[in-house]
């Protein structure tokens, strides 16, 4: 995969100094990030690094979750370390290993490039099945504020309380 570029840098610092008024909220909290090692996980990443900076406030925790399967991946490397990111390697179709509570969810894990969803169906339905199930059991578990999924096509649901 790709590696961070500095017009990804300032495109992410922009979408958080335009946004700034609607990421107020996520100020103080924290926010699990499904599929964070993949293309739309990784610039949602960047895009959650720049929101303490550009907003004013205080940042947000984030769970970046990923399978990780072949490692951190270099498009996200620039990210380790960073104080309010917190990388998770796991499998999201297993119950989740979470030891704080969330207040946000986005769900971009996934099986999502045509070459690897023929060669792995099984494996790409247990994730679009089992792996938003999961999110949707903590969501309610956690009472989310607002759970959202880029696997559904960015349907915004409010879990059931
Ligand atoms: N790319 C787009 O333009 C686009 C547009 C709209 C919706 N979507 C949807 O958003 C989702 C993410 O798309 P993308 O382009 O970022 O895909 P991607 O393949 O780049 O990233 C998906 C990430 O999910 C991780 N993953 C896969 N299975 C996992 C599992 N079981 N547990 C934990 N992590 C797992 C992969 O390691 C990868 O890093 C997909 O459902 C896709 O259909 C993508």
């Given at each position: 995969m790709s590696t961070v570029t500095a017009i990804i840098r300032d495109d992410a610092r922009l979408v958080a100094a335009e946004l700034a008024r609607e990421l107020r909220p996520l100020a103080g909290t924290t926010l699990l990030l499904t599929g964070a090692g993949g293309f739309i996980g990784s610039y949602l990443l960047d895009v959650?690094?720049?929101v303490g900076r550009e907003g004013g406030g205080p940042p947000c925790h984030v769970v970046a979750l990923d399978?990780?399967?072949v490692g951190l991946p270099e498009r996200?490397?620039?990210?380790?370390?960073h104080p309010d990111i917190e990388f998770l390697?796991?499998?999201v179709t297993q119950p989740l290993p979470l030891e704080r509570p969330v207040e946000w969810l986005i769900h971009a894990a996934s099986i999502a490039s045509p070459t690897f969803y023929r060669r792995f169906p099984l494996e790409t339905i247990d994730?679009?099945?089992?792996?938003?199930w999961r999110l949707l059991e903590l969501?309610?578990?956690?009472?989310?504020?607002?759970s959202t999924s880029a696997a559904a096509r960015s349907t915004a649901?409010?879990?059931p309380r």
């Open positions: 959650l690094a720049a399978n990780f399967r996200v490397q620039h990210l380790a370390g390697s796991h499998d994730v679009n099945v089992n792996g938003i969501a309610r578990r956690a009472r989310a504020a607002c649901t409010r879990p």
